[in-house]
């Protein structure tokens, strides 16, 4: 192995972790595993044995240090850096490191913290269910069929007689995409001008209240917005269509995955007794008086 990509370089310099996620690493690392043909053993330091499997989840918590490295370089590095911290690791036991109140907080804080994510996990890897993704896909395209969409193009300039100019151009037929390539200030300019399909909660107001009265093929007067001037040309109308629902399944699974970890910790707030010691106490709210009986009508 060369120098560059000595294990120890990577794994005490490189391979940066936050605190907590290094002490949820080692109590994992250091929890039995069965040794077979499924989760051979790949190393022992003084004794101690360093499996597979032990690769496999150091290789998830380091997995953005290691997004550029090729599989047998990852696993080299992974399982050096896992030998190295058994050795570290072993050496601050013997400095008595473990019973240093600082640590002891870490070490609650990483047992806390991985408690919480393995069982959030849980609750919403529980929840991604086919039926929950098609509810959520079919009540967002709801909102979406229908909805109108304008393709436009337009040309933006710094003033407006240089619209006006423009405008007077393309009334006696000068072609919208030329003079876009030629004369608009916008980015868009060398697809002459072309925006694209849009709804009207995607650009400013002004100019989708202008590019939404238009019909398909009509030209706008001058219109001003905070970026400048802009002549304006509606090229279509539609109705938007929702995406595949195999196009946005990554995201709707994110979405239930959030929603129910986050129902999840509200219910779990509902019983708990939190007492914020930061903030003075919430004034209790007085009850209503209680209105007066009305003499009894003789």
Known sequence: MTASLRPTTLSLR????????CLALALLVGSP????????????VNGVEIHQSDVTLAEEELAPSLAQMDPATKKENVLAFLIDMKIVAKAAEDKKIAEQADFKKKLDFARNRL??????????????????????????AKQISGEQEVHARHILVQTEDEAKAIKAELDKGGDFAKLAKEKSKDPGA???GDLGFFTKEQMV???????????????SDPVKTQFGWHIIKVEEKRNRKPPAFEQVKPQIEQYVTRKAQSEYVAK????????RMDKPAAPAVPAPATPATPPAKK
């Open 14 to 21: 490189g391979l940066a972790l936050s605190a907590a996620s």
């Open 33 to 44: 595993a069965r040794a077979d043909d499924a989760n051979p053993v790949l190393a022992k």
């Open 115 to 140: 408690l919480m994510d393995n069982l959030l996990a849980a609750e919403g890897k529980a929840a991604l269910t086919d039926e929950a993704m098609k509810k959520v896909y079919d009540d967002a």
């Open 190 to 192: 060398s697809d002459g």
């Open 205 to 219: 107001p002004e100019f989708s209240k202008v590019a939404f009265e238009l019909e398909p093929g009509k030209i």
């Open 268 to 275: 779990l707030r509902e019983t708990a007794k939190v007492e």
